[in-house]
């Protein structure tokens, strides 16, 4: 089956042979007791070779977790693990031991996620240490898109998570692999700037981002300028979306330096981000000479004045893939 996520194509994942997902996405259905998930259970059962699993928009239980992790732990074919909004009215105490029943299966049925989605869950920090093992584990060392939008992850949460991927490069490396992780979204989560540089840690060991997505998050100018040095070192960046977040000048002096080493940028989304018109003179500048792969730039109320936005518009010239500029209530 192919998929309807842009990321998916971004990044060229493969589709899904017929017959080889199970998909209960949007049903509303409350998967409370066992019995209540057995029509989850049954299909993951007969379904030979399982590379999709996508529950998303579902709530499940912790009874519920159980009896599916049950089904999962056969199924070393599965790559991708769409698990985003599962727990809509779950009590926050459900969710670590419904995350640890299927982190537990997912390990111990010996996969290797290519996608791991977990968005849309409410869970914190708690849901995140819950998650730790499992993204820390042989099953991550092949992940290429992870997922955490809108969890409500905050400071401690965005730490977390940064330590898990630092731990899951560097296990996979004592196990002679490679952790590549591709594709990074995690907005709307309140992550601040000691979560951004946690982040930022994470990032620069890992080298191997194209795309990062993290709007919204109140990261302000030293979480950004964080940002922006560990994004030296992913120099295949294509798509990079800081959206909502407070750069002021200083951090968007940063990252108008960093811009200079990501020649493979195709989409750059800083709109809101309270670049001035100082700011948007260092993206002009750093966008002048170079950058002939960019397709898109978004850098709309940014409190920018007139010569700033006709900066930016003259420092696009020549950039034959060009097709998309957004400066609305510049």
């Given amino acids: 089956m192919a998929h309807e996520d842009p990321l998916w194509r971004f990044l060229a994942l493969e589709d899904v042979p017929p017959g080889r997902s199970v998909d209960f996405s949007g049903r509303s259905l409350k ?11 049954k299909a993951i059962n007969e379904c030979n070779d399982l590379t999709l699993l996508r529950l998303s928009g579902n709530t499940v239980g912790v009874k519920a977790s159980e009896t599916i992790a049950e089904a999962l732990e056969s ?3 599965l790559k991708f693990a769409l698990l985003s909004d599962i727990y809509t009215g779950r009590l926050r105490s459900e969710i670590p031991p419904s995350l640890n029943s299927i982190g537990g299966a997912l390990m111990r049925s010996g996969c290797r996620l ?11 920090p708690d849901g995140v240490k819950a998650c730790l093992e499992l993204i820390a584990s042989s099953a991550a060392f092949s992940l290429k898109v992870l997922k955490f939008n809108n969890n409500g992850l ?3 949460g965005g730490k977390l998570l940064a330590q898990g991927l630092i731990d899951c490069h560097k296990k996979a490396g004592e196990s002679g692999e490679t952790f590549s992780l591709a594709a990074f979204v995690s907005g709307r989560n309140r992550l601040e700037n000691e979560g951004a540089m946690a982040l930022a840690e994470a990032f620069r060991i890992l080298g191997s981002l194209t ?41 968007a002096q940063a990252m108008g330096k960093t811009l200079s080493d990501l020649q493979n940028l195709e989409v750059i989304n800083f709109g809101d981000c309270l670049i001035k018109s100082a700011g948007a ?30 900066d930016l518009i003259r420092s696009l010239a020549g950039k034959q893939n060009f097709r998309q500029l957004h400066l609305n209530g510049a």
């Fill in 154 to 156: 905050g400071i401690g």
């Fill in 75 to 77: 199924k070393s074919s």
């Fill in 31 to 41: 998967l409370n007791a066992a019995a209540d998930a057995e029509p989850v259970t």
């Fill in 211 to 251: 795309y990062v997505s993290m709007p919204q998050n109140g990261i302000c100018a030293e979480g950004i300028s964080a940002l922006a040095n560990a994004f030296t070192y992913n120099r295949d960046l294509k798509h990079l979306d800081l959206s909502d977040n407070t750069f002021t000048e200083s951090g």
């Fill in 114 to 124: 290519v996608v791991l989605d977990l968005s849309d869950n409410a869970f914190g």
């Fill in 281 to 310: 003179r260092a993206v002009a500048s750093a966008l002048r000479e170079s950058h002939s792969k960019l397709k898109e730039l978004y850098l709309p109320f940014n409190e920018m004045n007139k010569e700033a936005a006709l």
